[in-house]
């Protein structure tokens, strides 16, 4: 029965606390923001494995990590150098529209 116990705490618990975390995640971000998150998983464990395994990743690596990292950001709304302002009305429009159903005004 000890021998089990690891893969119990492994596979079955990680994966319900993941799940619950998972779900947090998209309750307090949002559906497309949460979506993006998930993307940054594999270039997360790619930059964890530098402290944990000591293993380098590639330049290859890098740049995918990079155009990952910069397409999440974009997705989940960081900000770039034009402002709402110099977009057209019609965009000005569906953001307000967004932030308003997002209850970020009143």
Do not use: C
Not at 40 to 53: E, F, G, Y
Not at 61 to 82: N, P
């Amino acid at each position: 029965m000890s021998h089990s116990r690891p893969a119990v705490v492994q596979g079955v618990l990680t994966a319900i606390v993941a799940l619950l975390l998972y779900g947090r995640m998209v309750a307090i971000l949002g559906t497309t923001s949460g979506a993006a998150f998930v993307a940054l998983t594999p270039a997360m464990t790619a930059v964890l494995a530098i402290p944990v395994l000591l293993e380098w990743p590639s330049v290859t690596d890098w740049m995918a990590i990079a155009l990952v990292s910069l397409g999440v950001y974009l997705v989940s709304g960081g900000r770039t150098t034009r402002s709402i302002s110099d977009r057209s009305p019609k965009l000005q429009s569906s953001v307000a529209g967004v932030d308003k159903m997002n209850g970020l005004v009143a």
